[in-house]
Structures are given as structure tokens and as C-alpha cells.
């Protein structure tokens, strides 16, 4: 019977104790990462054949925001050009035996920004993320799958970094 009473008390505890979370969090202005709002009506995006980065912010742009992508860069309010996007993986760490045992994988990606008047073009910018990886010559097909996580991870990020750097600007 004392059992069943303590684990009571402790579920009413714990129910209390989230709900006291939840208004603290909630009250401070914490509030899940949403889509960069762009202050562009239209958007023209600029990136190399087969880009699975180009793929992803196109894709954001047209879920997430209000803002409609065109096909002719003279109708756009504002430009995003994808100059390069490169993958590269280095070996930084070897074993015993010489053989590799860890990566870094980069992504870089070279980007121009023009939005406002006429010809008002941001310097080209390059971005780069890296991601460290560990390998074993036992596991090499599930480290090919966490290789292609973390590149997509860093798309991931990445869209996020241009987007937000395209709602800073102003029309």
C-alpha cells in the first residue's frame, strides 16, 4: 500500500515538475528554429547542374516561405548564385598499422548575393562546415551511410546559413 502511495506522489511530482518546465520555457521566449522569413516577393536561385544543395533550398524556399522562385533573374526582387560546391574528405588520423582512422569532411560552397537596387552584388562568399568521422575496416558499408548523413547534415546546415543570410538583407 506505501508503494503505491510514493509511486503516486512521484508521478504527481514529476507531472508537476514538466508542467513547471513547459511554463518556464515557454515564458522565457523559447521557441523552435523556424524557416528564415525573406523579405523578397520572388527569388531567383543560380546553381550547378545535379546539386543537391541548389535541390534543398529550392525546396525549402517553396515550404517554408512566402516567396515564389522565377526563372528569369530580371524578374527577381533579389538573386542567390551557387559559384561552387565542392565535397572534399581527408585523412587526419591513422592507426597503428598506417592505415586511415579518422576523416574530416568538408563542404565548401561559394555563393554571391544580389538583391536591392541594380547591381548591388555581395562579395562572392565561401562557407565552409567540416564534420569529424572514425572508421574500421569492419564496418566500411555502414560508414559509407554516415559519410552521406554527414554531408546531408552539412546541406542542411548550410541552407539554413543562406537563408538567414538572405532575410538579413533588406529589399
Known amino acids: 500500500m506505501a508503494a503505491r502511495r510514493d509511486s503516486g506522489r512521484r508521478r504527481l511530482l514529476l507531472a508537476a515538475l514538466g508542467g513547471t518546465t513547459a511554463l518556464v520555457a515557454s515564458g522565457c521566449g523559447f521557441a523552435l528554429r523556424r524557416a528564415a522569413a525573406l523579405p523578397f516577393d520572388t527569388l ?19 515550404e517554408s516561405t512566402a516567396t ?9 526582387a533579389a538573386r542567390l548564385e551557387i559559384v561552387a560546391e565542392t565535397r572534399e574528405k581527408e585523412v587526419v588520423g591513422f592507426s597503428a598499422s598506417g592505415r586511415p582512422r579518422e576523416y574530416q569532411l568538408r563542404l565548401r560552397v561559394g555563393f554571391r548575393i544580389a538583391a536591392g537596387a541594380p547591381g548591388e552584388v555581395t562579395a562572392p562568399t565561401e562557407l565552409v562546415l567540416h564534420r569529424d568521422m572514425t572508421t574500421t575496416d569492419v564496418q566500411l558499408l555502414s560508414k559509407e551511410q554516415e559519410e552521406e548523413l554527414l554531408y546531408h547534415d552539412m546541406q542542411s546546415d548550410l541552407t539554413g546559413q543562406l537563408l538567414r543570410r538572405l532575410a538579413a538583407l533588406r529589399p
Do not use: N
Open 44 to 62: 531567383y536561385l543560380s546553381a550547378p547542374a545535379h546539386s543537391e544543395l541548389g535541390d534543398e533550398i529550392r525546396r525549402t524556399v517553396l
Open 68 to 76: 515564389r522562385l522565377v526563372s528569369d533573374p530580371a524578374r527577381a
